[in-house]
């Protein structure tokens, strides 16, 4: 397929590029920047034939089949209803949009115009989180108890913009991170949380902005969840752990854009060490994306589990700054 994309990004740069060229016939064909210049020195850098600021110059050229957004929040909602209107299949970053009726317009659009929509969350494309929910489907922890998620880590400094300082982008760490967690979790449990309660700070990076925060969430089976998520913490690692009547799971180091970390199963026989596919995540969920594009399953990660993920962040945000349990409102 040939791409468009939108945003200069560092996510494209660092991961998506090389996805969408790993695919056979995967072409970037074009790149639309905010700016000119930084357009032009993407597309050199990248080897990207075409390049400029006009997107719906970009979305009228009919070599395009898709469109990959990951500029900064605010902007992904009337990039993709632009490329949804020209007929573009798109694959949108995380979070969808600023707020839940925002990213339930964009999977309406879609549906409308009988294109793909999804959502790149890459933590369900790696194998590590797809053997931990085999594990749970296959009755290997009894029943779900609790579940808990490690997702403090130190933002590199070279991201350490809008994300720190700027809510009118989409900074902070809850729709950055949260959206993650609660991704996984969904993926995890096959089930949506009902309501949250949470505590969010800033602890030294976040401007205006949380830079950390702790949820605690319901879940309709009755599992009860943890989430803690930070820029600030260098040294915590990541990972969750996933507790049941007949086992417990542990994760460790998994919640990251590399397929690497262990998981361990401990139960009544023992530890024992699970392997897991060391596949790339981004250049999975590419392929799982034209797949869809193709008319082969679903793209990992909707439009709706897009919207899904925002709807919990969004009440993790709102719980954390009223302080009351917050039911969750997926937008119907
Ligand atoms: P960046 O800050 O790198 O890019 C966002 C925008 O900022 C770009 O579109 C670009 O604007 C501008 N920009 C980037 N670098 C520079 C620079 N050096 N000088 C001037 N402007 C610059 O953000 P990320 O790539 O980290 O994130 C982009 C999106 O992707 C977000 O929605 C984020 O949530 C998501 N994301 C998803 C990840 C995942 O694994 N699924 C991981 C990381 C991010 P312009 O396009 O106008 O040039």
């Known amino acids: 397929m040939r791409w468009a994309l939108v945003g200069a990004s560092t996510i494209a740069s660092q991961h998506m590029i090389r996805a969408i060229r790993a695919q056979a016939g995967g072409e970037v064909a074009r790149v639309v920047s905010g700016s000119r210049d930084r357009a032009e020195t993407y597309a050199r850098e990248h080897g990207i034939p075409a390049f400029g ?80 929910r085999a594990l749970i489907r296959e009755g290997r922890l009894g029943k779900v108890l609790s579940v808990r998620v490690f997702h403090a880590v130190h933002l590199p400094e070279n991201l350490q913009g809008w994300r720190i300082n700027s809510a009118a982008e989409g900074g902070g760490v809850i729709p950055d991170i949260t959206v993650h967690d609660a991704d996984v979790v969904r993926f995890l449990l096959d089930e949506d949380p009902v309501s949250v309660v949470a505590q969010a700070t800033s602890s030294g990076m976040g401007l205006g902005v949380e830079d950390s925060a702790m949820s605690v969430w319901a879940m309709p089976s009755g599992t009860m969840v943890m989430s803690h998520e930070s820029f600030t913490h260098p040294f915590a690692g990541s990972g969750l752990e996933v507790h049941g009547t007949q086992g417990s799971i542990f994760a460790r180091g998994v919640m990251t854009q590399k397929p690497v970390g262990e998981i361990e199963l401990v139960d009544a026989a023992g530890r024992h060490a699970i392997p897991f596919a060391a596949h790339d995540l981004y250049i999975t969920g590419v392929a799982e994306f034209e797949a869809a594009v193709r008319g082969e399953g679903q793209p990992a990660a909707t439009g709706i589990d897009g919207v899904k993920s925002l709807a919990v962040a969004a009440a993790v945000r709102e719980a954390a700054e009223t302080g009351a349990r917050v039911t969750i409102n997926y937008g119907g």
Do not use: W
């Open 53 to 132: 600021t006009d997107l719906n110059e970009a979305l009228a050229d009919p070599v395009i089949d898709a469109v990959y957004i990951s500029t900064t929040n605010e902007k992904h909602l009337l990039q993709a209803l632009a490329a949804i209107a020209a007929g573009k299949h798109v694959l949108c970053e995380k979070p969808l949009a600023m707020t839940v009726p925002d990213a339930v317009a964009m999977v309406r659009a879609a549906d409308e115009a009988g294109v793909t929509f999804a959502t790149n969350h890459h933590l369900r494309c790696s194998g590590s989180h797809r053997a931990v």
